[in-house]
């Protein structure tokens, strides 16, 4: 799976597509790996990916709890993954934690969503 790296300056975020040698650098220092969290974490049941099938693809609902969707405390994007596809649609406060997505339920193989305060979860 694509890999994700923040700035420890900046807050900024870089996916990996295609891994290859070197160091990535930001701000003038190393860039850090992101580990997902899977739900063995506190605050898992508002943030861990909930899939239903759906008659045009699947619905993703972040957590067993709603999560907050507040300026200060919200969801900013939800990434569904396949081996041929990647859809990731962004939120914003106002909305709702979830989103549907227009791909096969059974090639879903990864999602992951991304908490402004509390980093990235997956349903893995």
Same mark, same amino acid.
């Given at each position: 799976?694509?890999?994700? &790296?923040?700035?420890? *300056?900046?807050?900024?975020?870089?996916?990996?597509?295609?891994?290859? $040698?070197?160091?990535?650098?930001?701000?003038?220092?190393?860039?850090?790996?992101?580990?997902?969290? /899977?739900?063995?974490?506190?605050? =898992?049941?508002?943030?861990?990916?909930?899939?239903?099938?759906?008659?045009?693809?699947?619905?993703?609902?972040?957590?067993?709890?709603?999560?907050?969707?507040?300026?200060?405390? &919200?969801?900013?994007?939800?990434?569904?993954?396949?081996?041929?596809?990647?859809?990731?649609?962004?939120? =914003?406060?106002?909305?709702?934690?979830? $989103?549907?997505?227009? *791909?096969?339920?059974?090639?879903? $193989?990864?999602? /992951?969503?991304?908490?402004?305060?509390?980093?990235?979860?997956?349903?893995?």
């Amino acid at each position: 799976m694509q890999e994700l &790296y923040q700035c420890g *300056v900046c807050g900024k975020i870089v996916q990996i597509i295609i891994a290859g $040698k070197g160091t990535l650098v930001c701000c003038n220092q190393e860039m850090t790996l992101v580990q997902e969290k /899977r739900g063995e974490e506190e605050g =898992k049941e508002k943030h861990v990916p909930v899939l239903d099938k759906t008659a045009t693809g699947v619905k993703v609902k972040v957590g067993s709890v709603p999560h907050p969707m507040a300026e200060d405390h &919200y969801i900013v994007q939800i990434e569904v993954i396949g081996d041929n596809f990647q859809q990731v649609s962004q939120l =914003k406060p106002e909305d709702a934690p979830e $989103k549907e997505f227009c *791909v096969p339920f059974e090639q879903v $193989k990864k999602v /992951r969503i991304f908490c402004n305060k509390h980093g990235f979860w997956t349903n893995l």
